[in-house]
């Protein structure tokens, strides 16, 4: 039987979730067989050309008539329409997909955690990076102790699409509507996927010491004659350390001119290190214990993570990829009704960190998660 799909939001996450849904049955015979069956939004005649688009059955613009006749539940609205809608989908039953981070706030993500705890049905978090072959390829070397101890662990995400104080005010820009800006919407990916590699090895992370920064406190309205505060971070910088003693470092940016999407992370051990940039995802940097430098891996052979399912060695894969990885681990997770990765729970996790950040920026101090 096919799960009914419903999705809440149409617009970027919407159409990247959307194109993963409609892949699956091309590339995984083995997925659920999947129905898009409603799509939610605001605007009527905007949300009838988009489920034409995205080839859905129906639309509502009452998420709350949906989350009963639906199989699996996707929220993919901005950050402060998290909570409500993924609660009452899990109190009814229905497993929940929802974007990240969490929520805007510790308090509300922990609501959310514990809510999908007692409905014990999968609900997931969106940090499609761990689904990138070459990071669970990583992954892999890690678990497998080919780095030996792990002393540290550095991960940064830039871009530029505020880099110009005359580009347009968004939610994003909004502590009320986002709960934070770089921090959250870039730093929460840096966090989820140092922790997805080096957790089981390093442990938790211990304490946080932070800094944010806003560079440009008003921006215009768009179409209006008129400027709004920004009330969030352009940009972060963190140090942590972790439960076995090893060092961390992050940082984002989305004012880091000449940067689109570089989201690369650095993992050092006793034995061996490993370096990957979003900019090259097929390709994985390896140092060994025994090695005079890094070699270079292309991670498109069809014994890698998910690559069997796809082209021949050599023929590469993109951003989109990830985002079928996801919603194949997802979606079979729902129909064999076991757990997923990431969960509401590793969710959590994420909004502690990103909550001591804040905490230790304001005090001045490192602090606990």
């Not at 199989?71 to 609205?77: E, K």
């Not at 007692?118 to 102790?145: E, Q, T």
């Not at 008003?218 to 003693?245: I, K, S, W």
Request: charged share 30%.
């Amino acid at each position: 039987m096919a799960l009914d799909i419903g999705i809440l939001g149409y617009r970027f996450m919407g159409k990247a979730h959307s194109n993963a849904l409609a892949r699956l049955p091309m590339f995984f015979p083995d997925a659920p067989e999947i129905n898009r069956h409603t799509l939610v939004g605001r605007d009527e005649e905007a949300l009838a050309d988009a489920a034409d688009e995205l080839g859905f059955e129906h639309t509502s613009t009452e998420w709350e008539s949906v989350i009963d006749e639906v199989d699996a539940f996707y929220n993919l609205g901005p950050n402060h329409v998290h909570a409500e809608p993924s609660i009452a989908a899990l109190e009814a039953g229905t497993p929940v997909f929802c974007e990240k981070p969490l929520a805007p706030t510790l308090e509300t993500a922990e609501e959310m955690r514990d809510a999908a705890a007692d409905a014990g049905v999968p609900a997931g978090n969106a940090f499609n990076y761990r689904f990138v072959p070459a990071i669970r390829y990583a992954k892999g070397l890690i678990d497998d102790g080919e780095l030996g101890e792990i002393r540290e662990i550095n991960g940064r995400y830039l871009q530029d699409w505020l880099v110009d104080p005359e580009a347009p005010w968004s939610w994003r820009n909004s502590k009320e509507l986002a709960g934070s800006g770089a921090l959250g919407d870039l730093g929460a990916h840096t966090v989820d996927l140092a922790r997805f590699l080096v957790g089981e090895r390093a442990g938790e992370i211990d304490r946080v010491s932070g800094h944010l920064r806003t560079f440009v406190d008003e921006r215009p309205v768009e179409g209006e004659d008129e400027t709004r505060a920004v009330t969030v971070d352009d940009a972060y910088t963190a140090q942590v350390e972790y439960e076995n003693g090893a060092m961390g470092t992050f940082e984002a940016s989305r004012v880091a001119d000449g940067h689109k999407n570089d989201h690369t992370i650095r993992v050092h051990g006793t034995e061996g290190s490993l370096k990957f940039s979003l900019e090259r995802l097929n390709e994985l940097e390896y140092k060994r214990g025994d090695g005079r430098g890094y070699e270079t891996i292309l991670v498109t052979d069809g014994d890698d993570p998910y690559l069997d399912h796809w082209w021949p060695p050599g023929h590469v894969l993109g951003w989109e990829h990830t985002f079928v990885h996801e919603n194949y681990e997802f979606l079979s997770a729902v129909r064999d009704g076991e757990e997923f990765h990431p969960s509401f729970g590793d969710g959590y996790e994420v909004q502690r960190v990103l909550d001591a950040v804040e905490r230790s920026d304001e005090s001045g101090e490192w602090v606990e998660p």
